[in-house]
């Protein structure tokens, strides 16, 4: 999980359960993608919420889940950070 500490003191994160986040302070969670099925149950992550494409389609859930994550880290959560 990626953290990225703002200047202000918040912090940013693609939410997870790997850390307590709550013992950060405050929470305000938001949605940035939605992963569904379609009709022949092919997975895709919708990442309009943020502003992203949509993203599929996979064979397996877990993968959508696996491109939606990289997707908000990469061009999201942290923008500027290039691989």
């Known amino acids: 999980m990626q953290l990225i500490i703002q ?7 693609v939410y997870g359960e790997t850390l307590d986040l709550q013992a950060l302070g405050n929470l ?3 949605r ?3 992963v569904e ?4 149950g092919q997975w ?3 990442l309009s919420p943020v502003a992203g494409p949509r993203l599929g389609p996979f064979s397996k859930r ?9 997707w908000l880290e ?6 500027q950070a290039k691989s």
């Open 62 to 70: 877990s993968d959508a889940l696996a491109a939606e994550t990289e």
């Open 7 to 13: 200047p202000d003191g918040n912090v940013r994160c």
């Open 32 to 34: 940035g993608s939605h």
């Open 74 to 79: 990469h061009h999201w959560l942290n923008p």
């Open 44 to 46: 895709f992550a919708d």
């Open 37 to 40: 099925p379609d009709s022949h």
């Open 28 to 30: 305000n969670i938001d």
